[in-house]
C-alpha cells in the first residue's frame, strides 16, 4: 500500500535535529566568510566616500547616514520614534545561496537575507523580530531556523509544517526559537498545506503553547468559521485579516474575528496596509480603518509587522517602510497604545524576555 498523501508529500522533510545541527554548523562557517565580506565592503565604502570628498571638494555637503534598503523606498528613517525593545513581528527571509527552493509559481524576492534585513531594523529602530516561513520555502523551515540563529535572543519564528512531523521534531523547532506555526491557504497553487491540516496540528501544538497563524482571506474566514471556534491554541490573523473591500470592517469575517478577539485568545496582526487598500498610500485609507477598529475594539491584542520584504509586491513597487511604520501614529494615536502593539503585547504572544 502505497504512502497517504500528507506523508508521501513530506518524505523528503529533513529532521530538525539534523536541520538544526546544519544550520549552526553553516553559521560557523559563514563567520570567517562574512568578516571578509565585511572588511571588502568597508574598505569600497571608505574608497567611495573618499572619491566623493574630493570631487565635492569646496562645496558644502550635508552629511548622512541613510542607507537603501532592498525591498523597500527611500532611506529616510520614520518620524515615529520606535520605543525600547519595539518589535517587528512579520517579516520572512530569502536566501537562495544558502538554501536553495524548491520549485514555485510564486516569484520570490531577491536580496532578503538576514543581512539585508539588518539594514530594515537601523532604519525603522526595531530591535526584536518574528521570522515568518516563506510559502517560497514550503515546509523546508531550514532558512526561517537560521534567521533565528543570527538574530539571536531577539527572534523567535512561525513555522510551516504538516501532520507528518514528528512530535520530537516539533520539540526541536521550539528548541530553535519557533512558536507557532503557518497557514497560508488563499493560493492553492502556491500553498504546501491545506485546510484540513489546521485542526489536527492544532491539537498536537496545543501542549508546546504555540499559536496557529492564517494567512487567509475574508471568505476562508467565513467558511472555517466553526472550525476555528473548536480550536484548542491561540490564534493569529496576519495583516487586519483581509476582509474585502469594499466592506471592510462591515464584512462578516471582521465580525467573526472580533467574536474570537472577545474570548481572548485570538490576536492579529496590524501590518499588510498596501493589501488592504486600492487607494494606497500615503494614508490606506481603507486599511487605516480597519486597524483603527481593531485599535479602539482590543489594542491588547495587537502586534505589528513590517511584512518585509514585501513578497506580494513586483520588484518595481515595493513600499516606503518608513511610511509604514509611521502609519501607527495615526492607527493608536496614544502612545501607550502604540507601546503596548509593539512591546508589550509581542512578548506575551511570542515570550521575548524569557529563555528561548
Known amino acids: 500500500m502505497g504512502d497517504s498523501p500528507l506523508i508521501a508529500s513530506n518524505r523528503h522533510h529533513t529532521p530538525p535535529f539534523r536541520v538544526l545541527g546544519r544550520v549552526y554548523s553553516l553559521i560557523e562557517a559563514e563567520t570567517d566568510r562574512e568578516e571578509k565580506m565585511i572588511a571588502r565592503r568597508s574598505f569600497i565604502k571608505g574608497a567611495s566616500i573618499g572619491a566623493i570628498a574630493a570631487v565635492t571638494s569646496g562645496a558644502h555637503v550635508k552629511q548622512s547616514h541613510a542607507q537603501q534598503v532592498p525591498n523597500s523606498v527611500g532611506t529616510e528613517p520614520p518620524k515615529l520614534r520606535a520605543p525600547t525593545d519595539a518589535t517587528d513581528c512579520h517579516m520572512h527571509t530569502y536566501d537562495?545561496?544558502?538554501?536553495?527552493m524548491p520549485p514555485n509559481p510564486r516569484v520570490a524576492p531577491t536580496n532578503a537575507t538576514v543581512e539585508d534585513y539588518r539594514l530594515l531594523q537601523k532604519r525603522i529602530g526595531t530591535t526584536r523580530v518574528v521570522v515568518v516561513q516563506p510559502r517560497n520555502y514550503s515546509?523546508?523551515?531550514?532558512?526561517?531556523?537560521?534567521?533565528?540563529?543570527?538574530?539571536g535572543a531577539n527572534a523567535r519564528g512561525v513555522a510551516v509544517v504538516?501532520?507528518?512531523?514528528?512530535?520530537a521534531e516539533l520539540k526541536a523547532y521550539h528548541a530553535g526559537g519557533i512558536r507557532g506555526i503557518r497557514f497560508s491557504l488563499s493560493d492553492p497553487s502556491s500553498r504546501a498545506v491545506t485546510p484540513?491540516?489546521?485542526?489536527?496540528?492544532a491539537k498536537r501544538i496545543a501542549e508546546l503553547g504555540w499559536h496557529v497563524q492564517f494567512n487567509v482571506d475574508g471568505a476562508m474566514i467565513d467558511e472555517m468559521a466553526s472550525m476555528l471556534r473548536r480550536l484548542p491554541t491561540p490564534m493569529v490573523f496576519d495583516h487586519l485579516a483581509h476582509p474585502p473591500l469594499p466592506a471592510g470592517v462591515d464584512h462578516s469575517s471582521h465580525k467573526i474575528v472580533r467574536e474570537m478577539i472577545d474570548?481572548?485568545?485570538?490576536?492579529?496582526?496590524?501590518?499588510?496596509?498596501?493589501?488592504?487598500s486600492k487607494i494606497g498610500p500615503p494614508?490606506?485609507?481603507?486599511?487605516t480603518k480597519i486597524a483603527q477598529a481593531f485599535v479602539k475594539a482590543a489594542p491588547e491584542r495587537l502586534v505589528w509587522g513590517s511584512d518585509w520584504p514585501h513578497p506580494g509586491l513586483p520588484d518595481n513597487n515595493k513600499p516606503n517602510d518608513a511610511l509604514l511604520f509611521d502609519l501607527l501614529t495615526e492607527w493608536a494615536t496614544h502612545e501607550a497604545t502604540r507601546n503596548r502593539i509593539l512591546v508589550q503585547n509581542p512578548e506575551a504572544l511570542y515570550g521575548f524576555g524569557k529563555p528561548a
Open 139 to 151: 515546509t523546508d523551515n531550514r532558512v526561517t531556523l537560521y534567521a533565528i540563529s543570527q538574530l
Open 162 to 167: 504538516t501532520p507528518a512531523i514528528t512530535d
Open 196 to 201: 484540513e491540516m489546521v485542526e489536527p496540528l
Open 263 to 276: 474570548k481572548g485568545r485570538t490576536w492579529v496582526k496590524v501590518s499588510g496596509a498596501y493589501s488592504n
Open 96 to 100: 537562495p545561496a544558502r538554501f536553495p
Open 283 to 287: 494614508s490606506y485609507p481603507e486599511a
